[in-house]
């Protein structure tokens, strides 16, 4: 039986990092999200996220094809239900890197996932990281940080809280609340 993870946190706090270390354990898989959002230099589409139109992505909300979704930013994103129930029959941690209000949807429907809050050490390090990540025009990195404070508010609502300072202390963390160390 597969292990589905939730890791959450504001934009900026580490996630795609902290993710992609992780995913060094060959036990460990990302889930592939789909979005409307345009790719960043370098990401591929089917690699860091499925790239699709708005109405091809509303209609995988009719269809039911969606674990759970929601809008950020201005742009949907959404966890594919049938990679989530095959990762499932799996002895595997299936890693879900989402937002809060997917977060909570997922809790909901799925009671035995295991959530994750990463945070940044502080908001004046989480502003300088999405600079340094230099991928979101300056008018979104504002509504990214903004969000920020909204989804910082939920991270009571998660089963664990990880303080993201040093990486490699973050991942060995997360490894130990897995089981995996
Ligand atoms: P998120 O996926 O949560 O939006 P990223 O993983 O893209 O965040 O990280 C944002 C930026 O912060 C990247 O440039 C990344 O290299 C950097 N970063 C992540 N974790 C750390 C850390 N512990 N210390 C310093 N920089 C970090
Ligand atoms: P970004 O545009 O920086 O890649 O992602 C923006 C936010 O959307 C991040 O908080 C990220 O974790 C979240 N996100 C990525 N994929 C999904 C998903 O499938 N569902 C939800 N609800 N959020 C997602």
Redesign the pocket.
Same mark, same amino acid.
């Given at each position: 039986m597969g292990k589905i993870v939730i890791?959450?946190?504001?934009?900026g706090s580490g996630?795609?990092t902290v993710c992609k270390l992780l995913e060094k354990d060959p036990r460990v898989k990302k889930?592939v999200?789909?979005?409307t959002?345009l790719p960043?230099q370098n990401e591929k589409n089917g690699e860091?996220?499925h790239f699709a139109s708005t109405a091809k992505f509303e209609e995988m909300i009719r269809r039911g094809e969606l674990a759970?979704? +929601?809008e950020?930013?201005g742009?949907y994103?959404?966890?594919l239900l049938s990679a989530l129930k095959e990762a499932l029959t799996k002895d595997m941690v299936y890693l879900?890197?989402?937002?809060v209000?997917?977060?909570l949807?997922i809790m909901e429907k799925f009671p035995e996932t295991i959530s994750i809050f990463l945070m940044p050490p502080d908001k004046k390090t989480l502003g300088q990281r999405l600079v340094q990540r230099n +991928?979101?025009k300056e008018q979104d990195m504002a509504l990214?940080l903004k969000i920020a404070d909204k989804e910082l508010e939920c991270k009571n609502r998660y089963n664990y809280c990880v303080v993201n300072d040093d990486l490699e202390v973050t991942v060995s963390t997360i490894r130990k609340i897995l089981n995996l160390a």
């Open positions: 890791i959450s946190g504001p934009s996630k795609t889930s999200s789909v979005t959002r960043r860091a996220y759970e979704y +929601a950020y930013c742009y994103y959404g966890t879900l890197e989402i937002e209000q997917g977060a949807q +991928a979101n990214r």
